[in-house]
């Protein structure tokens, strides 16, 4: 077991940056080490992907990949997409806080500043004389916790989780932050993102002897670590990693260490901040470290690992090679907060520029600019000051509608946006009127927002979308409909247009998007605009595969193959399982 940590909150021997740092461990010779964060250490190199990009020509790609007259990527699937909440939903924001003695509250609060990246479940792993202690619960951080469940968290060091699942899978079983024993030790592990060789890597585990207790892909982690002949404990973490493919932003925790790893491609965010009595700090966005008076430092780099404990301070090691960083563009567009700094640039100046970008090459004769709260809001203020035409508040969001709600036995039309948003008459009434929104998936709720504005009045209602068409869906920890779902990907703009019911539509143009960008546009994944993916989809992900099981998995994966998005035609599954699957068969 390894020793107690015993730090006070304001500790004789702070914790430094990033010290020199040496393992003589012969089997291992993928990853690297390096002194400072300056710069980027692991500089990105050609080598051979396992995965290389989908290439297509035809208008619509995900059509490509999967026809019509089959099944979509998410076969038969229900989508957890209801009318009312017709986004793309971010799965999670994780966080860890190392060296302070209020870990678990400090925990807390920043979880409640990352309650954006998931409202279905939440939890805390607290360490406190090398014990790991865990309160998890469905709903949301405020539901999950009190002030006698947080004294049950004591300790310096804790990991955090707020969670966003699919349908009919928010049980508590599948809550993180994940703990597990064996025979090293105990681990706890908060993950942001999604494994798409999770089906092959449970399968091998599985013949191995693993039991697995969860649906989620997180599990596998664990195993993994669990089954690794790598010492030390680090490199279990290094030997595991090494294994997924896809995203995963993740913070472990064990006895003394806690340890913050992102995937080689940085799909999802990562950052790392410092208080100011020495306490390291990891979260998904800013806005968390702002909340608990952290400093921002850096991000997390793409395919490093960070490890902080009393000793050592902070390593830093490179997890494998790794190509060209393929970070999510939607953390821009829709899913950080507009305060936090992601991916090393503002989210608020971002959408800013989105809005100035379609008030220069979508412009229209209008009176007033009006958003779809909230993630519009930023995007709406830049087109209309670069339009010069005034901003006003048309559309009211009510901030008091969960997720469920009780509809009334006569049915009233727009039931769902009507309780949601509210339109002002006065504001809209005979007026020409520009909305802008974030982004457009299924079409259903921008058609009923378009009608509650024009039974509010407006002469004209000319809907502008600060960002490309959706195309494709996401692999890599974002919750999206299928293909076959995404009105982008079955009609033209002309065609959203009338079914939308307004009097124009644009959307921000792809090209001005990765002009905006600059030197940094590479680094971005757009596949949901592209359909180009930079790991290529596979089995890819689960996809409500809660909906057909209990508390934990206990139905065979042979028989819910329909809850498990399908690759490309002629993908054959088998000659693509991992290696170490094949030969556990022998």
């Not at 012969?26 to 990105?44: E, G, M, W």
């Amino acid at each position: 077991m390894a020793a107690t940590v015993n730090l006070s909150s304001t500790p004789s021997n702070p914790i430094s940056k990033l010290p020199s740092f040496s393992l003589n461990s012969p089997q291992k010779t993928s990853f690297s080490l390096f002194p400072n964060s300056s710069s980027f250490p692991c500089k990105p190199f050609s080598h051979s992907l396992k995965s290389q990009f989908i290439t297509t020509s035809s208008k619509n790609p995900i059509s490509d990949l999967f026809p019509p007259n089959k099944s979509g990527p998410e076969g038969d699937i229900v989508s957890s997409f209801s009318d009312d909440d017709d986004k793309p939903r971010e799965e999670c924001g994780v966080v860890g806080i190392f060296g302070d003695l209020e870990a678990s509250r400090l925990c807390y609060l920043a979880l409640h500043a990352l309650q954006h990246r998931g409202q279905e479940g939440a939890g805390i792993v607290a360490v406190n004389n090398n014990v790991l202690q865990t309160v998890t619960g469905v709903g949301l951080v405020s539901e999950v916790f009190n002030e006698s469940k947080l004294d049950q968290l004591p300790g310096e060091m804790a990991i955090g989780h707020v969670r966003y699942s699919t349908a009919g899978s928010s049980m508590l079983k599948n809550v993180q932050p994940f703990v597990a024993g064996y025979r090293f030790g105990s681990v706890g592990v908060a993950h942001n993102g999604n494994l798409v060789n999770y089906r092959a890597l449970r399968a091998m585990l599985e013949d191995n002897g693993s039991i697995f207790n969860t649906s989620s892909d997180t599990e596998v982690v664990l195993h993994l670590i669990a089954i690794s002949k790598a010492r030390p404990f680090l490199l279990r973490i290094v030997d595991a990693c090494e294994k997924l493919e896809g995203a995963y932003s993740m913070v472990f925790v064990t006895g003394d260490k806690l340890v913050a790893v992102r995937d080689p491609y940085g799909f999802r965010p990562l950052v790392m901040g410092r208080r100011s009595n020495g306490a390291v700090v990891f979260a998904s966005e800013t806005c968390a470290l702002d909340l608990i008076e952290a400093t921002y430092e850096r991000e997390v780099y793409p395919g490093e690992v960070l490890v902080v404990d009393k000793k050592d301070g902070v390593q830093s090691l490179c997890l494998m090679p790794h190509p060209e960083p393929k970070q999510c563009i939607f953390e821009h567009i829709y899913f950080a907060l507009p305060n936090s700094l992601v991916f090393g640039r503002s989210v608020y100046e971002s959408r800013r520029v989105f809005g100035e970008i379609l008030a220069t090459e979508a412009p229209v004769d209008c009176d007033v600019v009006i958003a779809v709260p909230d993630s519009g809001v930023v995007a709406a203020l830049g087109y209309a000051a670069k339009a010069g035409v005034p901003f006003q508040q048309g559309l009211i969001r009510s901030h008091y509608v969960g997720r469920t709600f009780i509809e009334p036995s006569q049915k009233i039309r727009d039931f769902g946006v009507k309780l949601k948003l509210s339109p002002v008459r006065a504001v809209l009434e005979g007026k020409r009127v520009v909305v802008v929104d974030d982004s457009i998936v299924r079409g259903t709720t921008s058609s009923k927002i378009v009608r509650l504005i024009k039974e509010a009045g407006a002469k004209e209602i000319h809907m502008r979308i600060a960002s490309p068409p959706i195309i494709g869906s996401c692999y890599y920890g974002v919750d999206t409909p299928s293909a076959e779902e995404l009105i982008s990907n079955r009609m033209t703009v002309e065609e959203i247009r009338k079914f939308i019911g307004c009097d124009s539509l644009a959307f921000l143009p792809f090209d001005s998007l990765k002009k905006m960008l600059s030197t940094d546009s590479p680094k971005f994944c757009y596949a949901c605009f592209s359909g180009k993916y930079p790991v290529m989809p596979r089995e890819v992900k689960v996809k409500g595969v809660g909906d057909s099981m209990d508390d934990g998995l206990n139905t065979p994966l042979a028989s819910i193959d329909g809850l498990w998005i399908k690759g490309p035609p002629n993908f054959d599954l088998e000659k693509e399982i991992d290696p170490l699957y094949q030969e556990s068969k022998i």
